[in-house]
């Protein structure tokens, strides 16, 4: 019985799926999440960002807005 050769599996480049860029935006949202700045809705009208999720959510919609490189927004 001849044994088989077993193949090299070579990495592939992954490509991102966040910009840089996008990612200080969310970064900046949550610094002001901590600090208890942070609002959501239209004009800071919604009230007090209340959780991490939420500031990421608001962070990640600012830079698709400014047109960054971030997925589209999961529809339900």
Request: cysteine-free.
């Amino acid at each position: 019985m001849a044994a088989k050769k077993a193949k090299k599996k070579t990495k592939k480049a992954k490509k991102r799926r966040y910009s840089k860029s996008s990612g200080r935006t969310v970064k900046k949202e949550m610094r002001r999440y901590k600090k208890g700045t942070a609002k959501s809705g239209p004009g800071g009208k919604g009230g007090k960002v209340k959780s991490k999720k939420q500031a990421i959510a608001i962070g990640l919609s600012k830079a698709r807005n400014k047109g960054k490189k971030v997925p589209k927004k999961k529809s339900r």
